[in-house]
């Protein structure tokens, strides 16, 4: 739903950090808890970036799973659904370790001589 | 664009085309002669520099902030205006109204709140899904900062996107109704973590529906521990008291 306006955040900073060069490729890494559908951010980034100054630099999306540690038990276990709970004893009291990213990593560009 | 895929080692992700990168292999100098440039920002940081500007413009005013969130249809608007009926008189309230286009909600309101300012997302917004802190900048040049104790920002109808964006608030809250069923802090777990608040619309409509209200609980607690959650019916004004009240608080204690 909201994958076009990050479709265009992305590339807003992305015009920024590239300052004019060619860009080939931007890597995002996105939590599972945020929700973001990959094929939609995909497409929204494809439809933005056509006839710009971005076009054909390849959104490449790293989906990060959301892994909670466990307090009690000291387990580590990964969540499908967003209950804040661990997987191995049950507990509710546990600390989100990954999952909640919403990053741009890095730009690749051509090197101006 | 391929599908979300599991790795042995426990990744799972999903490319934008058919070969592998080793983000280890990808540092400085390319093999296709392209740099490599650290970036590091967080998606929405244009977005939230906005917000960051927005929210020290309403501290300066010494105006507190609610943004106020739902689903389309689950009660935003009648609740503010049981609200605002309320508190006339006792607070001076500003409503920033975000809707997709038209005025109706907006027009609702004007005759309670001491300010009205509508931000019609499909005027040169792009038809946003939400009100993002650019939009909500818009809306409160349209309000007279200075002599208001609080402002609330009625969001877009919709329980993905506005979670997603700060535009400056001190505090989010969400309106769900029992006709919307339990499983919804499962489904959309970006909004139910989110917000501060979940008010429990429509509740007298519990009786004629099947909606299990413990389990309702139990999901948002799953999803979002430190929820608090208030149960009230705008339409039997049941509960709105103690919702003016925790408002009324919160603008006293300039939290």
Redesign the interface.
């Known amino acids: 739903?909201?994958e076009?306006?990050?479709a265009q955040?992305?590339a807003?900073?992305?015009v920024r950090?590239?300052d004019g060069r060619p860009v080939?490729?931007v890597?995002?890494r996105?939590g599972?808890?945020?929700?973001v559908v990959?094929?939609a951010l995909?497409?929204a980034w494809e439809l933005l970036t056509a006839e710009s100054d971005l076009e054909g630099a390849?959104?490449?999306?790293?989906?990060?799973?959301a892994v909670v540690h466990c307090e009690v038990c000291d387990a580590r276990s990964?969540l499908d659904?967003?209950?804040?709970?661990c997987g191995a004893c049950g507990a509710?009291n546990v600390v989100l370790e990954t999952g909640d990213e919403?990053?741009?990593?890095?730009?690749?560009?051509?090197?101006v001589a | 664009m391929g599908r979300f895929h599991a790795h042995a080692d426990g990744t799972v992700h999903a490319h934008g085309h058919d070969h592998d990168h080793d983000v280890g292999d990808h540092r400085g100098y390319t093999e296709t002669g392209t740099v490599r440039v650290e970036v590091l920002e967080r998606l929405l940081s244009e977005n939230d520099r906005v917000a960051a500007a927005n929210r020290g413009r309403l501290a300066d005013a010494g105006v507190h902030t609610v943004n106020l969130m739902s689903s389309p249809g689950a009660g935003k608007t009648t609740l503010l205006r049981e609200t605002l009926a309320r508190l006339h008189g006792q607070l001076r309230i500003g409503v920033i109204e975000g809707d997709i286009a038209t005025s109706l909600d907006a027009d609702q309101l004007a005759d309670l709140a001491d300010a009205v300012s509508l931000v019609n997302t499909s005027a040169g917004f792009g038809g946003e899904c939400h009100l993002d802190a650019v939009m909500v900048r818009a809306g409160m040049q349209g309000l007279p900062l200075d002599d208001l104790d609080l402002v609330v920002i009625e969001n877009v109808g919709n329980l993905v996107c506005p979670a997603e964006f700060d535009v400056g608030e001190d505090v989010k809250v969400m309106v769900f109704a029992v006709t919307e069923g339990e499983e919804k802090p499962l489904k959309y777990p970006v909004m139910f973590r989110a917000v501060e608040r979940v008010l429990v619309n429509k509740t007298d409509l519990l009786p004629h529906l099947d909606f299990e209200l413990d389990r309702f609980l139990d999901n948002v607690r799953a999803v979002n521990p430190l929820a608090e959650v208030q149960l009230l019916s705008a339409r039997t004004g049941e509960g709105i008291d103690a919702w003016c009240d925790w408002l009324t608080a919160r603008v006293g204690s300039g939290a």
């Open positions: 739903m909201h076009l306006s990050l955040a992305i807003d900073t992305t950090y590239a080939a490729e890597r995002v996105i599972h808890l945020r929700q990959p094929d995909q497409f390849v959104l490449i999306i790293e989906h990060i799973p990964s659904l967003p209950v804040l709970a509710t919403f990053t741009i990593q890095t730009i690749d560009v051509a090197e």
